[in-house]
């Protein structure tokens, strides 16, 4: 498959991956997401690698670290560069190093919920010469940056509208399409504005404080989970260290979970996107291999809860999470 990308097709992942296809005017192979991992199902990525796409691209979601050691032997036994999407990997490491670390090119997002923020925008890192000359063709193709001011708002709605307390405004905002899986058309891409760069600049110290917070909360949350049956919490690989952008769980089948309640919704308890990405008729259009059965994307559209982590939680918050996460136990025994 020539010029084109294999790219994952989680429940809850890579929507920009079909926009990025409409823009560049190419194909892509999905593979399949590892429930009990969130990371690639190593199967289906090798029978995509093998068609011989011009890239693999893999996303650490929820900034769980995915497999990198036996994604870099498949991408490197195909002769095939790795874009590795670190957009929501802040906070997290694999084999010592920080997530995006690891790819030809690597992404990183300053967007809203990403762990670090400027509002909006992002960052492509190159590291190795191939990396360096897809992004010194990138260079070229970027517009000017915008103004800035609709950043600077953007900004103080997310730190406003992170508080539990108003969790549900968001959320009954239907333009902010939150937990749907949709298909953005194309933009030209442009330089990050001044004011997002100027934001960034000054939330990187206080990002890492609050990454700190985020995994100390998760280590909480995995400690009320443990044993429970009506739930699984996501095995991260052994030489990894998980950012815990939010904390993913996995409802059992057939058992009605605790978190499908008001009271799971005012806590920010929220289910996945609700379907895969093959089910979106844009990215099914440029997707060789859509008429697969991606049974890990499937489980995980229907019974995927991810739980917030970050530091505007209070005591009270937490606690009432943690009520959730037991009661779950509890009905399993």
């Known amino acids: 498959m020539h010029h ?6 989680g429940a809850l992942v890579e929507q920009d991956i079909a926009t990025a296809a409409v823009g560049a005017n190419i194909q892509i192979a999905a593979y399949d997401i590892d429930p009990h991992t969130l990371g690639p199902d190593l199967a289906t990525l090798v029978a995509v690698a093998r068609q011989k796409p011009s890239a693999v691209v893999i996303a650490h979601l929820y900034g769980i ?3 990198l050691d036996s994604v870099r032997e498949i991408c490197q036994s195909e002769g095939i560069p790795l874009i590795e999407d670190a957009a929501q990997g802040h906070g997290a490491a694999y084999a010592g190093k920080s997530l995006g670390s690891f790819g030809s090119v690597s992404i990183l997002s300053f967007g809203r919920g990403k762990g670090v923020t400027g509002g ?3 960052a492509l890192l190159a590291l190795d010469d191939r990396g ?9 193709r970027l517009g000017s940056p915008a103004r800035g001011t609709t950043d600077w708002i953007a900004a103080l709605a997310q730190w406003i509208l992170a ?3 108003v969790y549900s405004l968001p959320a009954s905002l ?3 399409k939150l937990g749907e899986t949709i298909y953005r058309a194309p933009s030209l891409p442009r330089q990050i504005a001044q004011a997002a760069a100027a934001v960034l600049t000054e939330n990187w110290d206080a990002s890492e404080v609050e990454s700190e917070i985020r995994k100390a909360n998760a280590a909480r949350l995995m400690e009320c989970a443990g044993g429970s049956e009506e739930i699984a919490t996501i095995r991260i690989q052994q030489n990894a260290e998980a950012g815990y952008l939010r904390f993913p769980v996995v409802a059992a089948a057939g058992i009605p979970t605790s978190f499908d309640s008001a009271t799971a919704r005012h806590l920010g308890i929220m289910p996945a996107y609700p ?3 093959v089910d979106l008729s844009d990215f099914a259009n440029r997707c060789v291999n859509c008429s697969a059965a991606f049974p890990g994307a499937r489980l995980l559209a229907e019974r995927l809860y991810t739980i917030p982590t970050h530091s505007k939680l209070s005591a009270t918050d937490l606690q009432g999470i943690e009520i959730l996460l037991r009661a779950g136990a509890r009905a399993s025994q």
Do not use: E, K, N
């Open 4 to 9: 084109g990308l294999a790219a994952q097709v």
């Open 65 to 67: 670290p995915v497999d």
């Open 120 to 122: 909006t925008g992002g």
């Open 132 to 140: 360096i000359d897809l992004l010194r063709d990138a260079r070229l």
């Open 163 to 165: 508080r539990p307390s």
């Open 174 to 176: 239907p333009f902010l």
């Open 275 to 277: 379907r895969p990405l």
